[in-house]
């Protein structure tokens, strides 16, 4: 016999936290969630760059990023696909053992510069404020006075000067939106053990916090496309897979015609629990019906409907998934 038992309700554990927080870049409906860290995955002469180009290409015309880091040892031959980005040349990085520390120390750099903007223009605007007429500019204190002939707003007789009102750097105001891509150096020896890759793994969104957050972010966050000619070991070199902490934190996938069983096996294996093996298999098979052909699997969908794309540009919905973007 079944035994209820009684219920004693408590106070503690009932405030709901504060979820507005995501670290995550405004998209349009059918563009990818970003910061995200994705992997392209597909031999030589698949389609690696030119995909990853055409993902770019959607993003500059959303502006979605305001400064684009590479880290590549083949720039050069592969400039064609990536000068449209316009990169500074100092964003450009051969792989080393701290060339993923760099970009981070840049990133934490635009939080910085976010932060001395904010307080520039916060100044400006009670500057402002403090001289529209006579009776604001006698309640100025000393200390402000100060303030506002260190920022060149007044000379030290005490008259105003010709100033700007603070302009940020980049063409949309807001706290800079980031995007890495690596090309071929997963394996490369200069990478191993790097402390800056783990962390790129386990916290991309987070990176560079903020001072104050901004709308939904705390964190200047990076995301991270990886091109890479195997998903996991073997091969050495240049091309010895993508490692494990990166292949577990990926958000976004796409892949190329592979034949091999024990990969897919392991692509499988590791997304157990994450998706339908048997949508996986078909929404694969479907895709890969040409030798440039690619499948993008989204593990974290604005939509149950967006989870496959074939050649970016069409969704593959299966029976099973019923569109939730009106339910939200």
């Known amino acids: ?14 405030k709901v936290p504060d979820t507005s927080i995501t670290n995550e870049y405004p998209t349009s409906k059918n563009s990818l969630t970003t910061p995200y860290l994705m992997l392209v995955v597909g031999g030589r002469n698949t ?54 520390d760099k970009v981070i120390e840049q990133l934490e750099f635009e939080a910085e510069d976010w932060s001395d903007y904010i307080l520039e223009k916060e100044l400006y605007d009670k500057f402002i404020e403090q001289t529209k007429n006579s009776e604001s500019l006698s309640a100025i204190s000393n200390y402000d006075l100060q303030l ?4 060149g707003f007044i000379n030290n007789e005490g008259d105003l000067t010709e100033f700007e009102k603070p302009s940020w750097k980049y063409e949309i105001e807001r706290p800079a939106q980031c995007i890495l891509i690596c090309d071929d150096i997963l394996g490369s020896p200069a990478l191993a053990n790097s ?15 903020l001072n104050e957050p901004y709308k ?8 991270c496309i990886f091109l890479t000619q195997q998903y996991s070991g073997g091969g050495g070199g240049a091309h010895g897979g993508i490692p494990r902490g990166l292949r577990l934190n990926a958000t976004h996938l796409i892949f190329f015609e592979n034949k091999s069983s024990d ?20 929404a694969y098979k479907y895709a890969i019906r040409e030798k440039h052909d690619n499948l993008m699997v989204d593990l974290h969908p ?7 794309r074939r050649n970016l540009s069409q969704f593959l919905i299966f029976p099973t998934q019923e569109c939730e973007c009106n339910k939200k």
């Open 216 to 223: 939904n972010r705390s964190a200047i966050g990076c995301a």
């Open 1 to 14: 016999m079944s035994v209820k038992p009684k219920i004693k309700k408590i106070n503690e554990y009932n």
């Open 302 to 308: 604005k939509c149950v409907t967006k989870r496959y």
């Open 47 to 100: 389609g690696k760059s030119y995909t990853t180009a055409k993902i770019l290409q959607q993003s500059k015309l959303d502006k979605t990023y305001d400064r684009y880091f590479m880290i590549t040892s083949s720039y050069q031959s592969n400039k064609k696909y990536w000068n449209f980005l316009d990169m500074s040349e100092e964003d450009i990085f051969l792989p080393s053992h701290d060339s993923v």
């Open 148 to 151: 506002y002939q260190d920022a």
């Open 195 to 209: 402390k800056g890759l783990t962390k790129l793994a386990i916290m991309n969104r987070h990176i560079a916090p």
């Open 263 to 282: 990969v897919m096996k392991k692509i499988l294996e590791e997304l157990n629990g994450t998706l339908d093996e048997e949508e996986f298999i078909n």
